[in-house]
Structure formats: C-alpha cells, structure tokens
C-alpha cells in the first residue's frame, strides 16, 4: 500500500470553481503550462471574432472528440476563481484562455488513451470520490449534490467529471511509476542541494495557519469596511494569545478551515501563493502576520513551523491505524465488501465483535497476523485515498468502508503523536520527496508524448 506522495488531478478539479476551490495550483494538479501550438497560434486565436456567435459551438477537435466553448468557459471560470481564492496574481484573459484550452486538448487526449487500454473507474470509485469532496466540504453527500443542482450544475455531469479524473490518474499512475527510480544518489544530492541552497523557496518548507475573512467581488467601501474591522479583531486577539486554531475554526471562510483548524499544512514555499510567502517572510514561527488583501478577501497568517527540509531533528505527526482489507475477485463483489465490512464497524461500535480479532479472521494482506495493526507511520506513506481518510479520523474512530486501488478498507485510526524522525526517517522522507519531483518531470515529459501523437484540428477561436 506504500506509495510515494505523487500530486494528482484531486478528484476536486471537477468542482474547483463551485465548490470553494477545492483543487490546489495547476502545478499541483500534474498540469504543466506548456506553450499553446508550439509557440505559434492558429489564425484567430488568442482575440475576439467578429460578429455574434451561437451558444454553443466547437472549438477544437482532438482525433474525432470536439471540445466546445462552454466546456473552454466553464473550465476558465473555474480556473479563475480558483486563482482568486488564492491571491494568485490574475494572468492576461487571452492567455489564460489558451492556457485552458490546451489542458483540455491533453486531457482528452490522455482520456482516450485510458479508455484505449481498457481502464476503467467503476461506480463505487466515483461513490468514493463524490463522498471525499462532500466530507472536504463538511457536507452529507445529500447536501453536496442540493448545493451542486442550486448552482445549476448538473450532478449527473458532476459525477462523470469526478470518472474521468480517477481514470486519467490510474493511467497516469500506470505509465509513470515504471520510469522513475531513485537511487542514494539521488538522496545524498538532494540533501547537499538543501543544505547549499537554505533560502531558495523551492527548499525551505513552511506549514501555515490561516484564517480569510472573504469579502465578496465588486464589493463597496461601505461592504468592505465592517469586514476589515472584522479581521483587525480576529488580528487583535490572534495576537493577545487566543487559539488560533479555534479562531479560525470559529471564523476562517476558506474553504476546509473548520475540519483543519485553518492548518494548511508543512510544504515548500514556493507551493504557496506569493501573497502568503511575502506577507509571512519577516515571520517567526509561532508569530502572526499583518493583515493583507487578495480577491478572495482579508487573509490572517499564522506560522506554526519553518525549517530546511531534511534537516535534523524534523519533527512529524504520525498516525498508527489498523485495517480490514477486502479484495473484490470473482466471488465477492466491490458492493459486497463494502457491505460485509459495514456490518464489521456495527458490530464493534456495539461491542459484540473485536475489530482486531475481525482483521486476523478477515484481512486479506500481512497486517491480518497482526490484527490489522499498520504500525507507526509519517505522511505519505499511504496511498491519497486511504491516508485522506485517516487523517479525517480522531483516535478510537472508525471510518466508513473506502474503496482504493487495493480493494474495500475498513479503518481504525488508535493513536497519534509527534515524532522526531531518525536518519534513516528523514532519507526515506527524502526519497518520497525526491520521487514526487521525478514523477512531476516524467509527467511533463510523458503528457507532451501523448500530446504529440494526438490529432488536434482547431475550428473556431473560444469566447
């Protein structure tokens, strides 16, 4: 189940824009801004035609799949928004609208090819995925698809969004771990690399806390004021010692703030929007930023921990859970194992069953002889999927039954604490980081392959 922190599509990209930007950065998404046509654009593209234009119509066509105008708007609008949740600086609208449509043309391109080589994403995956974004929203699945229908947004289509990403990371995941390796050579570099470079936003890693006062767009001077008065006091009592954990629990408007306590999590500088870097550089850990001002709103910065990646003496939250594991074959179906292990959390929250004694009987992996038990371990030692949801978890908790690439899980998270990892801790550490960035570099270079072999007739320039 070990599997190194590889940045996917998220599953959210599909809801990004409605959903209070669920997905992080373009990069983050696995999505390079490669130039549009190799430098150079087809005649029109880039400005305006003259004339009206019909609602709908194709712009481009990538082997026999158009892509029409509305999917090109409805993916800017969401792109947009999400770079204004951030406070990421707005590119020029002709730009970005390029830069749009040719990540369309590579995901239907990269989409073909799944469905070429029979991969597929059956319906207990998307259930999943559509149940993670419910639970990063705070919502029942329920209240998710009412808020998606009152934004118009059709679930039906919501839901095959959510399928098509799970198959572009299967392939994705498919095609790219046979070409990377990493080797203590690797390793040693990257930590001389550190150590010469302390500094360099791509080497310092700093975890964040943040609490947004969202001020809506085209807001008046009479709207804004109250909500700056607002986050100067959120401000004040930040610093006069108050949680700020539950300060922003009770008060932050980003999205997720209530489930994280506002915590964004440990990352290098240069995965955090500039306007968060610059306001937090002067920044001692444990201090507070002043206030300052994106799209989204009025944003308060809390720096919980600054450090040089690989350092000694890094300290880490690490989790120890135990697990059910149900492989899906030709006796037992997905819906089956989810059901069967449904029934396994019943019976133990009603103290008639011994989820360990259960893993023993049940478990089909090599944590069975030990009851389940995972032992000890740091972040990304799991696959997205199963870490997402024991991380959800507080200690005694067991969650739902989740499906992943590896069969149905049942999960109990037991303890967590704060290590301080080993020598050895830290190089494994490294080598994950090390992975994640030849993955990001073997992804480039396999999308322009895919790319490349991809018929694209462009039509019409998008509006």
């Given at each position: 189940?070990?599997?190194?922190?590889?940045?996917?599509?998220?599953?959210?990209?599909?809801?990004?824009?409605?959903?209070?930007?669920?997905?992080?950065?373009?990069?983050?998404?696995?999505?390079?801004?490669?130039?549009?046509?190799?430098?150079?654009?087809?005649?029109?593209?880039?400005?305006?035609?003259?004339?009206?234009?019909?609602?709908?119509?194709?712009?481009?066509?990538?082997?026999?799949?158009?892509?029409?105008?509305?999917?090109?708007?409805?993916?800017?609008?969401?792109?947009?928004?999400?770079?204004?949740?951030?406070?990421?600086?707005?590119?020029p609208r002709a730009q970005l609208t390029r830069e749009v449509l040719?990540?369309?043309?590579?995901?239907?391109?990269?989409?073909?090819?799944?469905?070429?080589?029979?991969?597929?994403?059956?319906?207990?995956?998307?259930?999943?995925?559509?149940?993670?974004?419910?639970?990063?929203?705070?919502?029942?699945?329920?209240?998710?698809?009412?808020?998606?229908?009152?934004?118009?947004?059709?679930?039906?289509?919501?839901?095959?969004?959510?399928?098509?990403?799970?198959?572009?990371?299967r392939l994705r995941d498919r095609e790219l771990e046979a070409r990377?390796?990493?080797?203590?050579?690797?390793?040693?570099?990257?930590?001389?690399?550190?150590?010469?470079?302390?500094?360099?936003?791509?080497?310092?890693?700093?975890?964040?806390?943040?609490?947004?006062?969202?001020?809506?767009?085209?807001?008046?001077?009479?709207?804004?004021?109250?909500?700056?008065?607002?986050?100067?006091?959120?401000?004040?009592?930040?610093?006069?010692?108050?949680?700020?954990?539950?300060?922003?629990?009770?008060?932050?408007?980003?999205?997720?703030?209530?489930?994280?306590?506002?915590?964004?999590?440990?990352?290098?500088?240069?995965?955090?929007?500039?306007?968060?870097?610059?306001?937090?550089?002067?920044?001692?850990?444990?201090?507070?930023?002043?206030?300052?001002?994106?799209?989204?709103?009025?944003?308060?910065?809390?720096?919980?921990?600054?450090?040089?990646?690989?350092?000694?003496?890094?300290?880490?939250?690490?989790?120890r859970a135990r697990h059910i594991l149900i492989r899906p074959d030709?006796?037992?179906?997905?819906?089956?194992?989810?059901?069967?292990?449904?029934?396994?959390?019943?019976?133990?929250?009603?103290?008639?069953?011994?989820?360990?004694?259960?893993?023993?009987?049940?478990?089909?992996?090599?944590?069975?002889?030990?009851?389940?038990?995972?032992?000890?371990?740091?972040?990304?030692?799991?696959?997205?999927?199963?870490?997402?949801?024991?991380?959800?978890?507080?200690?005694?908790?067991?969650?739902?039954?989740?499906?992943?690439?590896?069969?149905?899980?049942?999960?109990?998270?037991?303890?967590?604490?704060?290590?301080?990892?080993?020598?050895?801790?830290?190089?494994?550490?490294?080598?994950?980081?090390?992975?994640?960035?030849?993955?990001?570099?073997?992804?480039?270079?396999?999308?322009?392959?895919?790319?490349?072999?991809?018929?694209?007739?462009?039509?019409?320039?998008?509006?």
């Amino acid at each position: 189940m070990t599997k190194p922190t590889f940045r996917s599509l998220a599953l959210g990209l599909a809801c990004a824009a409605q959903l209070a930007a669920l997905c992080g950065p373009a990069a983050a998404q696995g999505l390079r801004p490669t130039p549009l046509f190799g430098g150079s654009q087809p005649p029109g593209f880039g400005s305006a035609p003259a004339g009206p234009r019909p609602a709908d119509y194709i712009v481009a066509v990538v082997n026999s799949e158009p892509i029409t105008n509305n999917e090109v708007r409805l993916r800017l609008l969401r792109y947009e928004q999400q770079l204004a949740q951030q406070g990421s600086p707005m590119p020029p609208r002709a730009q970005l609208t390029r830069e749009v449509l040719e990540r369309l043309i590579i995901e239907k391109a990269q989409l073909q090819l799944a469905r070429e080589t029979g991969i597929k994403a059956e319906d207990a995956h998307v259930d999943q995925a559509e149940l993670n974004v419910a639970r990063q929203n705070q919502v029942e699945v329920a209240e998710l698809r009412r808020r998606l229908a009152a934004d118009g947004i059709n679930v039906a289509q919501f839901r095959e969004d959510l399928r098509n990403q799970i198959l572009l990371q299967r392939l994705r995941d498919r095609e790219l771990e046979a070409r990377v390796k990493v080797t203590d050579l690797d390793i040693d570099a990257f930590l001389r690399e550190q150590q010469q470079g302390a500094g360099d936003p791509a080497l310092t890693e700093i975890n964040l806390a943040h609490i947004l006062v969202a001020v809506p767009e085209n807001a008046t001077p009479a709207q804004l004021a109250p909500l700056q008065a607002k986050a100067q006091r959120l401000l004040e009592r930040a610093r006069a010692g108050e949680d700020f954990a539950r300060l922003a629990r009770e008060n932050s408007e980003a999205a997720g703030a209530a489930a994280s306590n506002g915590v964004i999590g440990l990352r290098t500088a240069d995965r955090y929007p500039p306007l968060f870097v610059d306001a937090t550089r002067d920044v001692r850990e444990g201090g507070i930023s002043d206030i300052f001002r994106s799209a989204a709103g009025f944003h308060i910065v809390k720096v919980i921990e600054r450090r040089q990646g690989g350092t000694p003496g890094v300290s880490v939250t690490q989790s120890r859970a135990r697990h059910i594991l149900i492989r899906p074959d030709g006796r037992t179906t997905e819906a089956q194992a989810r059901a069967k292990l449904a029934d396994f959390k019943r019976r133990v929250q009603a103290g008639q069953a011994d989820f360990a004694q259960l893993a023993r009987e049940n478990s089909q992996d090599a944590s069975a002889r030990n009851g389940g038990d995972l032992g000890w371990t740091s972040p990304g030692m799991f696959v997205p999927e199963f870490e997402e949801v024991m991380n959800s978890l507080t200690p005694g908790q067991i969650a739902d039954p989740i499906v992943s690439r590896f069969g149905v899980h049942l999960i109990q998270l037991q303890e967590r604490r704060q290590s301080t990892l080993s020598q050895k801790e830290q190089r494994d550490v490294v080598r994950n980081l090390v992975r994640e960035r030849k993955l990001d570099e073997a992804y480039a270079t396999w999308a322009r392959e895919v790319r490349g072999r991809a018929y694209v007739e462009f039509r019409e320039p998008p509006q």
